[in-house]
T-cell receptor
Framework: DGGITQSPKYLFRKEGQNVTLSCEQN?????MYWYRQDPGQGLRLIYY???????QKGDIAEGYSVSREKKESFPLTVTSAQKNPTAFYLC?????????????FGPGTRLTVL | GQNIDQPTEMTATEGAIVQINCTYQ??????LFWYQQHAGEAPTFLSY????GLEEKGRFSSFLSRSKGYSYLLLKELQMKDSASYLC??????????FGKGNQVVVIP
């Protein structure tokens, strides 16, 4: 089945540790995105990538890093510099080259920093 | 800059019709998306409007007025499973979406 996978679903880390969240898609989409969602808030864009080996900062990139070495994969690292990392993290992908930029989401990773 | 505004919560009865409004101000615009998000889950795509007018898809319809920066999502024949948050998102034309905070719809028997 085609889709977007994120793992793990729940993640716990101690304060001061870096953590990497996985996002994989087999939809052959060119563009991939990372969002953060806090309770009662909309989705906020962290980083996005429109093509392999290229990515851009979103609205809240500070304290995060990404890589895009393969079309299928767009991992997000939450570094110790992120002041308030506990949140629900959502990965999405889209295929703008096909005339629509509808984004499709993975199931999300809920990160709790203790 | 981007500004997407939605009401925060509404309650409606099973079988009723509910309209969820969204106003937007974006520096560029390439369409308006609606997503449904159940608690603790990922958003799922409902509809996309890029031209003015109404798009109907089963029990859900979405309307766009580009000149007014306004959209609404219409849910008909409400079912209990429609209890969810409905997110409005505007595309800026550079493959980026700006999301509103979501409108929580609670369906009661």
């Amino acid at each position: 089945d085609g889709g977007i996978t994120q793992s793990p679903k729940y993640l716990f880390r101690k304060e001061g540790q870096n953590v990497t969240l996985s996002c994989e898609q087999n939809l052959n989409h060119d563009a991939m995105y990372w969002y953060r969602q806090d309770p009662g808030q909309g989705l906020r864009l962290i980083y996005y990538s429109q093509i392999v080996n290229d990515f851009q900062k979103g609205d809240i990139a500070e304290g995060y890093s990404v890589s895009r070495e393969k079309k299928e994969s767009f991992p997000l690292t939450v570094t110790s510099a992120q002041k308030n990392p506990t949140a629900f993290y959502l990965c999405a992908s889209s295929s703008p080259g096909q005339g629509t930029d509808t984004q499709y989401f993975g199931p999300g990773t809920r990160l709790t920093v203790l | 800059g981007q500004n997407i505004d939605q009401p925060t919560e509404m309650t409606a009865t099973e079988g009723a019709i509910v309209q969820i409004n969204c106003t937007y101000q974006t520096s560029g615009f390439n369409g308006l998306f609606w997503y449904q998000q159940h608690a603790g889950e990922a958003p799922t795509f409902l509809s996309y409007n890029v031209l003015d007018g109404l798009e109907e898809k089963g029990r859900f319809s979405s309307f766009l007025s580009r000149s007014k920066g306004y959209s609404y999502l219409l849910l008909k024949e409400l079912q209990m499973k429609d209890s969810a948050s409905y997110l409005c998102a505007a595309s800026d034309g550079n493959n980026r979406l700006a999301f509103g905070k979501g409108n929580q719809v609670v369906v009661i028997p």
